[in-house]
């Protein structure tokens, strides 16, 4: 079992700043890869980010890339999201999600757990 909280949603202006944490607990978190999912209303959730478990490898979907950075701590069992240049159409509840199945998944089915959410609204 692996328990996953995010924090650090919320409201921001198009152009501004977020970062995300998501906390794990119940596994070795450095013995698995992470990923970073969002879901808009009315819309499929979408694959944002991973993060081997090393750290040695990113992946990002293309309308984020040079925008958002995924990074992960293991030492605080934490996986991080810095959201920079916000646009309104990212706006979506973020969910984070542990992948314990190598390699590394970019879609839902390959992820075995996830977190509760936290919203994110950026304004236009």
């Known amino acids: 079992q692996v328990q996953l909280v995010e924090s650090g949603g919320g409201l921001v202006q198009a152009g501004g700043s977020l970062r995300l944490s998501c906390a794990a607990s119940g596994r070795t978190f450095s013995s698995f890869a992470m990923g970073w999912f969002r879901q808009a209303p009315g819309k499929e959730r979408e694959f944002v980010a991973a993060?081997?478990?090393?750290?040695?490898?990113?992946y990002y979907r293309n309308s984020v890339k040079g925008r958002f950075t995924i990074s992960r701590d293991n030492g605080k069992n934490t996986v991080y999201l810095q959201m920079n240049s916000l646009k309104p159409e990212d706006t979506a509840v973020y969910y984070c999600?542990?992948?314990?199945?190598?390699?590394?998944?970019?879609?839902?089915?390959?992820?075995?757990?996830w977190g509760q959410g936290t919203q994110v609204t950026v304004s236009s």
């Open positions: 993060i081997t478990w090393s750290g040695g490898s990113t």
């Open positions: 999600a542990a992948d314990l199945r190598p390699p590394i998944a970019t879609m839902t089915d390959g992820y075995d757990y």
